[in-house]
């Protein structure tokens, strides 16, 4: 039974209450996290580069060799209608992420038997709130991270260049962080020992004016990384896509992940090692972080620390 004043979602052509949107459990999303997916979010209930963001899904559709049955222009004017349809449900200072999920629905004529008129696959667009109180610490603080034993995925397994909803490799790096720190976050090395990524973020280091990131064919090319590594040219500022070590990090003057929610937040320390004296932000994060205020038109920094330093945990 649907409630009252309830978000609503696209599911395989249908807009219905979140409460609604049910898959079976022998979709292979479920069974197997078979599925893609992407996210973006709203500045001033207005959606971000979502053009960019739905070119990155299909490259990862075509990866995993699924079909959605949508081409790229039906998947924005659903998600903008989708958007629309949420709107009234937030504040005027809030705002959405919105995310995209295809998963390759049911495939063994065995398995279909319950389910005869679920074919093809799963198309969901749906939207929820940022988690704007939880996170207001970070931008005052600064993100502790500790890197976990557990190294990510290897290119040659699967790249980590297609975002799907396989994400076991970096939640086990997480409940390995959370063990010791449950504030932390977690960035893992690459099968050569070299920082490259975490659960749905990007890192940059700084390093004698210069901004570095690692390459692409390690990480999740971000939209948010691509974001700053314009920006960046914009201001004059250096960027090499490059690979680095801890030695390089503990070594490094600033330090900040980027992704689609936080757009930029600064780095205070990684495995106990500040950077500088510990304050944040840099002056090239900070430098960085106007210019994205900037780009978009939108205060995201003042929109996170309005709120007061929330004691519940970080999602």
């Not at 197997?32 to 963001?53: P, Q, S």
């Not at 909803?165 to 893992?188: M, S």
Request: hydrophobic residues 35%; glycine residues 8%.
């Amino acid at each position: 039974m649907s409630r009252p004043n309830q978000r609503v979602v696209y599911l395989n052509g249908e807009i219905i209450p979140e409460s609604e949107a049910v898959l079976p459990f022998r979709d292979r999303g479920v069974k197997y996290g078979d599925a893609v997916f992407d996210t973006t979010r709203t500045f001033g209930h207005k959606i971000f580069k979502l053009r960019e963001h739905l070119e990155r899904l299909y490259r990862s559709l075509r990866y995993v060799r699924i079909d959605p049955g949508l081409t790229i222009d039906e998947m924005a004017a659903i998600t903008e209608d989708i958007l629309k349809r949420n709107l009234p449900l937030i504040g005027e200072e809030e705002d959405y992420w919105v995310s995209q999920r295809i998963t390759r629905g049911i495939i063994d004529p065995n398995e279909r038997s319950a389910w005869p008129d679920y074919v093809g696959p799963t198309v969901i667009v749906e939207c929820i709130p940022l988690p704007l109180s939880t996170r207001a610490k970070l931008y005052r603080d600064g993100i502790d991270v500790i890197v976990p034993a557990t190294r990510r995925t290897a290119p040659s397994m699967v790249s980590p260049r297609a975002k799907t909803h396989n994400y076991l490799n970096l939640i086990i790096a997480d409940l390995e962080v959370q063990a010791q720190n449950e504030e932390a976050f977690a960035v893992l090395l690459d099968e050569n020992g070299n920082l490259c990524e975490g659960r749905g973020s990007n890192i940059f280091m700084v390093r004698d004016g210069v901004l570095l990131t690692p390459r692409e064919r390690y990480v999740l090319p971000g939209v948010s990384r691509q974001t700053v590594i314009e920006l960046a040219a914009g201001e004059g500022i250096a960027c090499e896509e490059t690979d680095f070590d801890l030695f390089d990090a503990y070594n490094g003057d600033e330090f900040f992940i980027t992704s689609t929610s936080f757009c930029i937040c600064p780095v205070r320390s990684i495995n106990g090692s500040l950077f500088g004296d510990g304050s944040v932000p840099g002056p090239v994060t900070g430098r960085l972080m106007k210019a994205y205020v900037d780009l978009v038109g939108f205060d995201w920094i003042s929109q996170y620390t309005r709120y007061p330093v929330a004691d519940t945990p970080r999602v």
